[in-house]
């Protein structure tokens, strides 16, 4: 299956990322990874497989790429990473 996976910030996210490649490629799967704006423009454009995005922050624009995805029969995962504790 392809799996798309979305870099955002190249400095904090490559090293789990390429980890998370090497995985699934190791177990067949064909892997791309992606800055932001090759992601948004790119992966409508490819074969069906498992989006692992950052975030789905529910905005008219992410909605409707989220759309645009899923009429495509992409499968969309998420992980939120940043967990918002405080320091009191």
Do not use: C, W
């Not at 067949?28 to 498992?50: A, D, E, W």
């Amino acid at each position: 299956m392809n799996i798309y996976i979305n870099i955002e910030i190249k400095k904090r996210e490559f090293e789990s990322r390429i980890l998370l490649a090497l995985i699934a490629a190791s177990k067949g799967h064909t892997v791309y990874l992606m800055n932001q704006i090759q992601f948004i423009h790119i992966v409508p454009k490819l074969s069906p497989g498992i989006i692992f995005d950052k975030s789905i922050t529910p905005n008219p624009y992410r909605i409707g790429l989220l759309k645009k995805y899923k009429s495509k029969n992409h499968i969309i995962t998420s992980i939120d990473e940043e967990s918002g504790l405080l320091d009191e």
